[in-house]
Nanobody, 116 residues
Framework: QVQLVESGGGLVQPGGSLRLSCAFL????????IGWLRQAPGKEREGVSCLSLTDGSTTYAESVKCRFTISRDNAKNMVFLQMRSLKLEDTAVYYC?????????WGQGTQVTVSS
């Protein structure tokens, strides 16, 4: 069974850092583009970052540029989102995903709460 299992969320103070991880189980990450979305309370889900399979280029939402970094470790079938200088407005449930031309898979979501 193919699945994505997320970890790394939690409570952090403003200005702090967290690293979210996603383990891709049951398949090989090499053939998938990766990305992260988030959904804050009362708001629509929004794209945070993605990493292209074809050329390795990365895209970030304006609100997280220069603070978040997406990465992958194909050897370990892992997807990461390093988050720094966290702000109150980064509070949300974060979802990782992987996709290629004929399939996509989603993590279960992990809660990130930024609060003093």
């Amino acid at each position: 069974q193919v699945q994505l299992v997320e970890s790394g969320g939690g409570l952090v103070q403003p200005g702090g850092s967290l690293r979210l991880s996603c383990a891709f189980l049951g398949s090989t990450l090499d053939y998938y583009a990766i990305g992260w979305l988030r959904q804050a309370p009362g708001k629509e889900r929004e794209g945070v970052s993605c990493l292209s399979l074809t050329d390795g280029s990365t895209t970030y939402a304006e609100s997280v540029k220069c603070r978040f970094t997406i990465s992958r470790d194909n050897a370990k079938n892992m997807v990461f989102l390093q988050m720094r200088s966290l702000k109150l407005e980064d509070t949300a449930v974060y979802y990782c995903y992987v996709k290629n031309y004929d399939s996509d898979y989603w993590g279960q979501g992990t809660q990130v709460t930024v609060s003093s």
